[in-house]
T-cell receptor, first 117, second 116 residues
Framework: DSGVTQTPKHLITATGQRVTLRCSPR?????VYWYQQSLDQGLQFLIQ???????AKGNILERFSAQQFPDLHSELNLSSLELGDSALYFC????????????????FGPGTRLTVT | AQKVTQAQTEISVVEKEDVTLDCVYE???????LFWYKQPPSGELVFLIR??????QNEISGRYSWNFQKSTSSFNFTITASQVVDSAVYFC?????????????FGTGTRLQVFP
């Protein structure tokens, strides 16, 4: 058990809908990362938050957004869903900020499997 | 460009065989970080090891060992006396902090199947 929790574990929804994925980082970790794992794209970085602020953005679609709340949990919002958004979405956390110093390992949650029909 | 290449898509071995998973990386950073993660059939990603570019010491943890060679930009992972429980997809990953980011850049993974 990594200490990172994600809900829900599975999500099935229809095209055009909007969903919210939730993540709670390990105790003491200030950075939260979102990754998408799909068969064609592999594991891709989406976005990072550090202590409530956006720190880095990857290949995140405009239909997707995220935020990190004062209690450090994070939510990833996916809207106008398309079939191609079906994937495993991982949240990870670490103590690192991405500004300076050593880069620490990231601990991953169990993932949310999203199926868009 | 920053890139991680895992040329072996799938490896099959019989229990107790040794197996090496290859990882080659590309980065222009002089300071960077390398990782291995394991994804068992249950789907979660499990952290195995982190290696800093300025520490070229090889590491051994039980049946697992890692060989970091800067000269060939490789960070290979060896499992000694493999077991069925080692069956999983293994990912090599890189953090190259050139733009003050610590996003993980993953390879495509190597699926290891260990047969009894």
């Amino acid at each position: 058990d990594s200490g990172v929790t994600q809900t829900p574990k599975h999500l099935i929804t229809a095209t055009g809908q909007r969903v919210t994925l939730r993540c709670s980082p390990r105790s003491g970790d200030l950075s939260v990362y979102w990754y998408q794992q799909s068969l064609d794209q592999g594991l891709q970085f989406l976005i990072q938050y550090y202590n409530g602020e956006e720190r880095a953005k990857g290949n995140i679609l405009e239909r997707f957004s995220a935020q990190q709340f004062p209690d450090l949990h994070s939510e990833l919002n996916l809207s106008s869903l398309e079939l191609g958004d079906s994937a495993l979405y991982f949240c990870a956390s670490s103590v690192a900020s991405g500004l300076a110093g050593e880069r620490n390992e990231q601990y991953f949650g169990p993932g949310t499997r999203l199926t868009v029909t | 460009a920053q890139k991680v290449t895992q040329a072996q898509t799938e490896i099959s071995v019989v229990e107790k065989e040794d197996v090496t998973l290859d990882c080659v990386y590309e980065t222009r950073d002089t300071t960077y970080y390398l990782f291995w993660y394991k994804q068992p059939p249950s789907g979660e990603l499990v952290f195995l090891i982190r290696r800093n570019s300025f520490d070229e010491q090889n590491e051994i943890s039980g049946r697992y060992s890692w060989n970091f060679q800067k000269s060939t930009s490789s960070f290979n992972f060896t499992i000694t006396a493999s077991q069925v429980v080692d069956s999983a997809v293994y990912f090599c990953a890189l953090i190259a902090p050139y733009y003050n980011t610590d996003k993980l850049i993953f390879g495509t993974g190597t699926r290891l199947q260990v047969f009894p």
